[in-house]
């Protein structure tokens, strides 16, 4: 996992601009430091910065290099072949391409095997080397055969273009903008915002979106003026002399559930594929260990991992609040014990590492965070760090693929209903509400709210919403709301969105904090073979007999304590974030009371939102949602604008 930054400007660029960048996205690649230019007479240079590999130490300076057209930079966290071999940008043999990568491709010596009976040479044991003779044997269409997560940018002289790309899912981060007559882009926003690349000013629909409803209309429209995400499965191709830019997806999640629905597996085919999934990501030159919440997602990592018979030992990381109701600590404990190899390692994140680390996570975040379950991944991350274990698995995208949050319950039981099933409608009805809510009724109107016409869902978002009143009275009025339709009509349309929506923000949360610490972040769940295969699996595989995501339990059956297995309470990230805010509270005022509040915000609102007592958890996630609002405007010094 490393960190990627570059720039394309034809009237030229200035180098101190990308060591900018690259040393604002340092936390992703300490191991290694490396830039290329293409000079005038497009030829490709490799230079040295402070942190470059020491075998490389005859490498220029990239201080002393002139203007160039086009420069790439790459910070390197060293995870297979830890040798300078690794080393970026990467040059191919005939000095035509370059390469700047952040990922893992988990296929890749079956590429390398592939490419290497075609007639190509390899010097190391990295994925990377893979990826560039992979582009240049089989072009752009070389990633339909990657097996894994990245952000890439090739650059090709042969046709002077410049390819960023991203993976299916984008489990890894890749932003662009053409502001002030160049095209740069880099792994995280706050490089761009260091060299001076991107104004900082957010636009104020996307600000209003967010306070409003806690998400924005579109996931891939960023708030900042003037920059752009490359979406998940998508190219986007610029050329290098007019900085024309074209937008090509490659990838499309709907076809390919399509083809496997025509031959749907079962539940008890899951285990397989979760078995190959965490066989493929556990391959590393480094330790892995894995996040273990005690919920069903993380538990089946732990328990497929343990099955790999070269597997020594693995440490798993539990965030855990004593004391709390919510508390999972007990599961995982239970967890780690029905697996000799596997550690347990505690951490407890506190109010106060809460006040001590906020602007520091909101910095590595480059956005506003939704709820202080981000925290106790943060403390989970930090721990690892420190431990020295730089890659861990994490239960990401289970919920999605498999139907596990409450709404799936709902379509499943109106799906039943509008097929005149009333019988099979009966029971399931029973069973759910016996173990997942009593209140299935409104589960199942929530459901039924997708089927409404839209000026009734409109209506129906209105009355419901809270948040809007964090924006100031004469700007609500002139602010004409689009709310994001981010609900299915049916099990497997519910499934499409949500990994089109809340995963996005998941898996940034994810990247940001893993990589704050120096640590790759892995997602079995998200293999793209096992994201389609589930998807398409039929309703009743996935919801048995009122248990949600009963692949994942068929699977843990008998492996780990039925107390686990047959959990019936179905918890997030839960912290005690209502408590946290009451200890909190003289500071948050404190530092309300001085604060310059922008007037696009309802300043009265928000402080009496503070200083009351929490009534909800809708007000309780408006809290924490505006509050990080603030403190992310006044960390980066943000202006709002149109």
């Not at 339909?144 to 984008?170: C, Y």
């Not at 260990?289 to 693995?314: H, Q, R």
């Not at 946290?580 to 922008?598: N, R, T």
Request: glycine share 8%; hydrophobic share 40%; net charge neutral.
């Amino acid at each position: 996992m490393c960190g990627i930054a570059g720039i394309v400007a034809p009237q030229g660029v200035r180098s101190e601009l990308v060591v900018a960048m690259a040393n604002a996205i340092r936390h992703r690649g300490p191991d290694d430091e490396g830039y290329t230019l293409l000079t005038a007479d497009n030829q490709l240079v490799g230079c040295k910065g402070g942190d470059t590999h020491q075998a490389l130490s005859g490498l220029p300076a990239i201080e002393e290099m002139e203007s160039t057209r086009c420069v790439l930079a790459h910070r390197r966290l060293s995870i297979l072949d830890l040798s300078v071999a690794g080393h970026q940008p990467l040059l191919s043999a005939d000095g035509k391409h370059a390469l700047v990568y952040n990922g893992e491709i988990y296929n890749y010596e079956v590429l390398r095997g592939l490419l290497q009976e075609k007639g190509h040479h390899f010097t190391s044991k990295c994925d990377t080397e893979v990826v560039l003779h992979a582009l240049t044997e089989w072009g752009e269409d070389a990633v339909i055969r990657f097996r894994g997560m990245w952000a890439f940018a090739w650059l090709n002289l042969e046709n002077q273009t410049l390819l960023l790309s991203r993976d299916r899912f984008g489990i890894k981060p890749l932003y662009y903008t053409d502001y002030g007559g160049k095209f740069s882009f880099a792994s995280e926003i706050k490089a761009l915002l260091a060299a001076g690349l991107l104004p900082r000013v957010i636009k104020r629909n996307r600000l209003f979106e967010y306070l409003a409803l806690g998400a924005m209309y579109e996931p891939y429209e960023e708030p900042y003026a003037s920059l752009k995400a490359v979406a998940p499965g998508t190219h986007v191709k610029v050329g290098l002399a007019d900085l024309q830019t074209v937008i090509e997806p490659y990838y499309n999640l709907e076809h390919e559930v399509e083809l496997c629905a025509r031959n749907p597996g079962t539940a008890a085919d899951f285990g397989a594929w979760l078995e190959e999934s965490v066989r493929l990501h556990m391959g590393a030159d480094v330790e892995v260990g894995t996040c273990l919440s005690g919920g069903l997602d993380s538990s089946a990592i732990v328990a497929a991992s343990a099955k790999i018979p070269e597997l020594n030992s693995m440490r798993a990381f539990t965030a855990v609040f004593p004391g709390y109701t919510e508390d999972e600590g007990r599961y995982a404990r239970m967890v780690c014990d029905s697996f000799p190899v596997v550690q347990s390692v505690e951490v407890l994140p506190t109010a106060e590492g809460l006040l001590a680390d906020l602007d520091q996570m909101i910095y590595h975040q480059d956005l506003p965070i939704g709820s202080t379950s981000v925290f106790a991944q943060w403390e989970v991350m930090k721990q690892a760090g420190k431990s020295g274990v730089k890659v861990l698995l994490d239960g990401q995208g289970a919920d999605e693929v498999l139907g596990g949050y409450l709404q799936f319950a709902g379509l499943r039981l109106l799906g039943l209903l509008k097929r005149g099933r009333f019988k099979t409608f009966r029971r399931e009805y029973a069973w759910l509400r016996n173990r997942l809510t009593p209140k299935m009724l409104k589960t199942i109107g929530r459901a039924a709210y997708y089927h409404l016409p839209e000026n009734m869902q409109r209506r129906i978002r209105r009355q419901q919403r809270v948040g809007s009143h964090l924006i100031a009275p004469a700007w609500r009025k002139q602010w004409n709301m689009a709310e994001p339709d981010r609900g299915g009509r049916d099990f497997t349309a519910h499934s499409l969105r949500s990994m089109r929506y809340g995963l996005y923000e998941l898996l940034r949360y994810e990247d940001r904090n893993s990589m704050a610490f120096g640590i790759e972040s892995r997602v079995p769940f998200l293999d793209h073979h096992l994201v389609a295969r589930s998807i398409a699996l039929p309703e009743e595989e996935k919801m048995f007999e009122g248990w949600t995501k009963y692949p994942v339990r068929h699977y843990l059956n008998g492996k780990v304590p039925d107390a686990v297995t047959w959990r019936t309470d179905k918890k997030g990230f839960v912290t005690p974030q209502m408590q946290w805010k009451e200890l909190l509270a003289p500071h948050i005022q404190g530092y309300l009371g001085q604060c310059d509040f922008p007037a696009e915000l309802n300043a009265d609102y928000f402080r009496q939102l503070a200083a009351r007592p929490v009534q909800s958890p809708a007000h309780l996630s408006e809290f924490w949602r505006a509050y990080s609002v603030l403190r992310w405007m006044e960390a980066n010094d943000l202006a709002v604008g149109d």
